[in-house]
């Protein structure tokens, strides 16, 4: 703990520290974040309103406001849609915490924003400080006191300047954790987007997440399924296997460093038979090494990839074709039912037009992309982006 300022030993006992610390450094894992943090300040300082503007209003946004104390939707939105334009306590001074009268003198009780929106709210005292980060973050905590209340003491001013900086590094975990969960997001869309199962399994052995597509598939029970957190197959022998190859790769992943420092994980692959009749499925056991720094058994340690080869991936528009390619509507028509299997004579069917009509097409989407060969066009649309599409 950094030391505190002039005075927040006297506002704050080490009991009243110790909560508002913690809440301040879990508040990056609350929905909405620091909520808890925010109303525990409120009621230290026996504030009206307790505000973090995690992402100020501005013309192109109407930010992002996590509020504490009595608020009303109409009375955000129009601080958010028309207010924050005119409001003078904007841009404080970094790492100071000041009044508005301080800032602005007596000429801040004849603002728009005191007269129009604050005073009608009951809002007579106005404490802020601003947070700025290296990374460009601005933040702004806003905390009110009402007409009938005292103004904002030496004391409560030495609270929030002794919290600050603990709320700004607690911030700046919160843009990375909202980075890294940015990123998770888009790879796990872009694996549902490629109909490719994923379950992920700790090393105790938990199976911790699913993805859509490998719900749908043990949703199925067909030749694999989910009982508890066991997964099952239907013929022993194949059970076994799996067993194995999940062992295996969880014994692997503990002596795995991580990364370029150690072995390339256990990877191994083996296929389901599907009672009814259907295409076997695919099964891949990967081992997940743990990072050099990795503390936690409850992190994925071993992943498994289930494939349908009977699955159909959603189609790309035709549109994304056309973009991509260069090509025709109809062209682009053509290469798709190409790409899904179909030959020229049931393509040219399926699209109403005649044999002949759908060979011309056929060469021009050779000459646009450079391929001699159907298989090599198939090839060359199934290896380009409109799978991510």
């Not at 969960?181 to 490629?194: H, P």
């Not at 936690?296 to 390619?325: G, I, T």
Request: aromatic share 4%; proline share 5%.
């Amino acid at each position: 703990m950094s030391p505190a300022p002039k005075g927040a030993a006297v506002a704050l006992d080490l009991e009243q520290a110790d909560r508002l610390l913690s809440a301040i450094y879990d508040g990056p894992t609350e929905t909405p974040p620091w909520h808890t943090a925010l109303q525990l300040l409120r009621e230290r300082l026996h504030a009206g309103h307790v505000t973090l503007m995690l992402r100020p209003p501005s013309s192109d946004s109407a930010g992002i406001m996590i509020n504490t104390g009595p608020v009303t939707r109409q009375g955000v939105e129009s601080y958010e849609t028309h207010f924050f334009a005119m409001d003078p306590f904007v841009r404080l001074p970094e790492d100071e915490v000041v009044t508005a009268e301080e800032l602005i003198g007596r000429q801040w009780l004849q603002s728009a924003v005191y007269l129009e929106y604050l005073k009608p709210l009951d809002i007579r005292h106005l404490l802020g400080a601003d947070i700025y980060t290296k990374e460009g973050i601005e933040c702004r905590l806003r905390i009110t006191r009402g007409h009938s209340a005292e103004p904002f003491s030496a004391d409560d001013k030495a609270v929030v300047r002794f919290l600050l900086p603990h709320l700004k590094r607690a911030i700046q975990l919160h843009a990375r954790l909202d980075f890294l969960e940015c990123e998770r997001q888009l790879f796990a869309g872009t694996v549902n987007r490629m109909l490719l199962g994923m379950i992920s399994i700790a090393q105790d052995g938990t199976i911790l997440e699913t993805n859509q597509e490998a719900r749908r598939i043990l949703a199925e029970k067909d030749g694999i399924w989910l009982s508890g957190n066991t997964l099952c197959v239907d013929s022993s022998q194949e059970s076994r296997d799996l067993q194995r190859m999940i062992r295996t790769a969880l014994s692997d992943s503990l002596s795995a460093s991580g990364g370029d420092h150690g072995e390339p994980g256990v990877v191994e692959a083996m296929s389901v038979s599907r009672p009814s009749g259907r295409a076997k499925l695919g099964v891949l056991v990967r081992t997940i090494p743990l990072g050099p720094w990795s503390e936690s058994k409850q992190r994925p340690a071993v992943v498994v990839f289930l494939r349908d080869p009977e699955s159909n991936a959603a189609q790309p528009s035709q549109e994304l074709v056309r973009r991509l390619f260069g090509l025709t509507r109809m062209e682009a028509q053509l290469a798709l039912l190409l790409a899904e299997g179909l030959t020229l004579d049931e393509a040219a069917e399926q699209m109403n037009v005649r044999r002949n009509t759908a060979r011309t097409h056929l060469r021009s989407i050779f000459c646009k992309t450079g391929v001699t060969r159907q298989t090599m066009l198939v090839r060359l649309l199934l290896n380009s982006v409109l799978t991510l599409g």
